[in-house]
């Protein structure tokens, strides 16, 4: 082989080797994409294949429901960077009674609505094609119910966290402070966020699991009286999850 064949053959293997999921256009399954438990257990999970996209890997997943437990029961979800819907499907797999979950580009709402319908989730789900951070500032045109415990699932491209980083903690403190107590936050980022930044009570007790490349956050907004006063006003809660 000549020298010009060797580069041309390397040239082409990192080509062959640099093409990812995303990089051809139509849909197409996501490996390994499904449902990880609940009634859903097993279903498979579209992808448009949007290099926008970044669904959280399945064993991620099933490590954050682990960790919540049995908190997705009872509650309505907020799916704030929908994607493919996978978080939002699968805390209705586990007891969740309805979604609202927020896109803001087509092609990927396409997928997103094809994944409801064909799980025959659409009567459960309200589907808003708009930016989250607007969402978040006008509570009154997000529509999501009160009398319900949200369950908020926060999960978008990593650059956010640097790159509109003042948007990101705007937006999960207004949802903070409106939603219903007993709420709970999921907050996937990776190293560059600083979970100190969110403004929290002492007894939402925030709790960090790291999933390389995924830093997991998660808390729940609590009523006080819920609380176990000890010596010295150390606060021990007593969470569902």
């Given at each position: 082989?000549?020298?010009?064949?060797?580069?041309?053959?390397?040239?082409?293997?990192?080509?062959?080797?640099?093409?990812?999921?995303?990089?051809?256009?139509?849909?197409?399954?996501?490996?390994?994409?499904?449902?990880?438990?609940?009634?859903?257990?097993?279903?498979?999970?579209?992808?448009?294949?949007?290099?926008?996209?970044?669904?959280?890997?399945?064993?991620?997943?099933?490590?954050?429901?682990?960790?919540?437990?049995?908190?997705?029961?009872?509650?309505?979800?907020?799916?704030?960077?929908?994607?493919?819907?996978?978080?939002?499907?699968?805390?209705?797999?586990?007891?969740?009674?309805?979604?609202?979950?927020?896109?803001?580009?087509?092609?990927?709402?396409?997928?997103?609505r094809m994944n409801i319908e064909s799980l025959a989730l659409a009567d459960f789900c309200r589907l808003i094609q708009a930016d989250a951070f607007y969402m978040a500032r006008h509570p009154a045109e997000l529509q999501v119910p009160t009398h319900l415990p949200w369950q908020v699932f926060c999960s978008p491209p990593y650059d956010f966290y640097v790159e509109k980083q003042t948007e990101m903690?705007?937006?999960?403190?207004?949802?903070?402070?409106?939603?219903?107590?007993?709420?709970?936050?999921?907050?996937?980022?990776?190293?560059?966020?600083?979970?100190?930044?969110?403004?929290?009570?002492?007894?939402?007790?925030?709790?960090?699991?790291?999933?390389?490349?995924?830093?997991?956050?998660?808390?729940?907004?609590?009523?006080?009286?819920?609380?176990?006063?000890?010596?010295?006003?150390?606060?021990?809660?007593?969470?569902?999850?």
């Amino acid at each position: 082989m000549t020298k010009n064949n060797r580069k041309n053959d390397k040239s082409t293997q990192k080509k062959r080797s640099g093409k990812n999921v995303g990089s051809l256009p139509g849909e197409k399954e996501a490996v390994g994409l499904r449902v990880i438990g609940g009634r859903l257990r097993g279903s498979k999970l579209q992808y448009a294949g949007d290099n926008r996209v970044r669904p959280m890997k399945d064993r991620t997943r099933e490590a954050v429901f682990n960790l919540i437990s049995t908190a997705s029961k009872g509650k309505h979800v907020i799916d704030l960077f929908a994607g493919t819907g996978a978080l939002a499907i699968e805390a209705l797999s586990r007891g969740a009674v309805s979604a609202t979950l927020i896109e803001k580009h087509l092609a990927t709402m396409r997928n997103l609505r094809m994944n409801i319908e064909s799980l025959a989730l659409a009567d459960f789900c309200r589907l808003i094609q708009a930016d989250a951070f607007y969402m978040a500032r006008h509570p009154a045109e997000l529509q999501v119910p009160t009398h319900l415990p949200w369950q908020v699932f926060c999960s978008p491209p990593y650059d956010f966290y640097v790159e509109k980083q003042t948007e990101m903690l705007e937006m999960l403190q207004l949802l903070y402070e409106n939603a219903p107590e007993e709420s709970v936050f999921v907050i996937e980022s990776d190293n560059r966020f600083d979970f100190g930044l969110l403004q929290l009570a002492e007894e939402n007790d925030l709790r960090r699991r790291s999933y390389p490349p995924a830093e997991i956050g998660v808390y729940q907004k609590c009523r006080v009286q819920n609380a176990e006063f000890k010596v010295g006003s150390e606060i021990t809660l007593n969470f569902a999850f």
